[in-house]
């Protein structure tokens, strides 16, 4: 049972969310795609507002008052991403559009400096392509070669199978934090410390980490960290590389432009200091800010309440939804974040959806970005819920609803 603290704390918490206030083909939104991308509470979209309404100056080369402001704002946010993520510095802090260019960052510089012919990228078979095609493009172009650790019934990572797949030839292993389909919460300190003693870096996908579980970098000692700040009530379109200060100083950049200099002449440029090597061009300010913000509301609500909540709301959901025949969940890890994804035997998962959908619950259907893990589970596609801070289980009840609807009408 959810104590009746944490029920009142979280029912207010949805109170800040204006997007939940909506219908959805005339019935109350419900939504349960958070795993794809988190509402935005009001503290959030009030913040951008309030930046873009007074703060837009350019940062970093306006010398006066608002672009002062920007700047200040904008270095601010790569403070609190810095405590946020438990880093030594700020410079640790690389902010790029999202996970998925964190992770062509780290492979076009670090990989592209690092690998050669006959060297192994690790991955696992539960990754998003975000952590497969940046990889498999450097590997091409150096001539390296990837695996895949395997996984066990359960959607876990199978070990003996890391274990066996790590090697002396292992340069880079790359994982999530948290499969996006099957939910698994994989241990990161422990397969961190075991890729670096077989001298790996590690690249650690925090996509969907980072809403549900407080991250320390240094305790982990992970080599790189990646996530998206849409996937933690924060905005679209910026997302953040932590690296390792000594690691990031090596590294060439990643793209060329404005702010990334130090020196241009038509002979020969010279670059900046970590972290603006990296960040070419005008910056995603908002954004940034934004993720401030973000940052902010979830330490607020604080990660205990957040796992005592989510973990009450994903063990209602699955017994709820194990009652209606013919239904499969895929990933049963004991330890798995806030989702659900399952199929029911004889139905399509889009025609799944599109019925659930029609009953106002937002849910996601497909391949969720990881066809090498469908191929696996031997489907072509899930329909997946997944739970936030501001659902309750008057939402679960409705998806069971949704999905005993769905399942009449199509089988
Ligand atoms: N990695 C995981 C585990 C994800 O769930 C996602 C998005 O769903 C990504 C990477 C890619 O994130 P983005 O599209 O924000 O770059």
């Excluded at 020969?268 to 970590?274: P, R, S």
């Excluded at 005008?282 to 957040?306: M, Q, Y």
């Excluded at 849910?363 to 696996?376: E, I, N, S």
Aim: glycine share 8%.
């Amino acid at each position: 049972m959810i104590s009746t603290d944490l029920h009142l704390l979280f029912s207010n918490i949805r109170k800040e969310f204006p997007a939940l206030t909506q219908k959805a083909y005339g019935k109350d939104l419900v939504y349960l795609d958070s795993a794809a991308t988190t509402l935005k509470p009001q503290s959030v979209i009030d913040r951008m507002t309030q930046f873009y309404s007074y703060e837009t100056g350019n940062v970093h080369r306006g010398a006066h008052f608002i672009a002062d402001k920007a700047t200040q704002a904008f270095e601010n946010a790569r403070m609190r991403t810095a405590q946020f993520l438990g880093a030594e510095s700020a410079d640790e802090i690389i902010f790029v559009r999202g996970t998925t260019e964190g992770i062509n960052l780290v492979a076009q510089t670090y990989g592209k400096m690092n690998l050669k012919a006959g060297d192994e990228i690790l991955l696992t078979e539960m990754e998003h392509h975000a952590n497969i095609v940046p990889w498999q493009m450097i590997a091409e172009q150096t001539g390296a070669k990837i695996l895949a650790v395997g996984l066990l019934e359960n959607g876990e990572l199978d070990l003996n199978d890391f274990k066996l797949k790590l090697s002396s030839k292992t340069k880079i292993f790359a994982f999530t934090a948290c499969s996006n389909v099957l939910g698994t919460n994989n241990d990161m300190k422990f397969l961190t410390a075991l890729a670096h003693q077989a001298g790996a870096k590690v690249l650690i996908d925090g996509a969907q980490i980072v809403s549900q579980a407080p991250i320390n970098v240094k305790d982990l000692d992970c080599d790189f960290f990646v996530f998206s700040a849409h996937k933690l009530f924060g905005p679209f379109g910026l997302g953040v590389v932590y690296g390792k200060k000594s690691i990031l100083e090596s590294l060439p950049p990643y793209q060329g432009g404005g702010s990334m200099i130090s020196k241009v002449t038509f002979e020969k440029t010279t670059y900046n200091d970590i972290p603006y090597r990296f960040e070419a061009g005008t910056p995603h300010v908002a954004g940034a800010v934004g993720l401030h913000s973000a940052i902010d509301f979830v330490e607020r609500l604080g990660f205990k309440n957040i796992h005592a909540f989510e973990s009450e709301l994903l063990s209602k959901a699955t017994s709820s939804l194990l009652q209606i025949p013919g239904l499969k969940i895929f990933g049963t890890s004991a330890t798995k974040g806030p989702m659900v994804s399952f199929n029911i035997q004889g139905a399509h998962h889009s025609d799944l959806s599109q019925i659930i959908d029609q009953e106002g619950v937002a849910v996601r259907a497909g391949h969720h970005c990881t066809q090498p893990l469908m191929a696996k589970l031997g489907v072509q596609g899930t329909v997946r819920a997944s739970f936030s801070v501001y659902n309750n289980t008057d939402d679960i009840e409705h998806l069971v609803k949704a999905v005993e609807k769905a399942r009449e009408m199509l089988l």
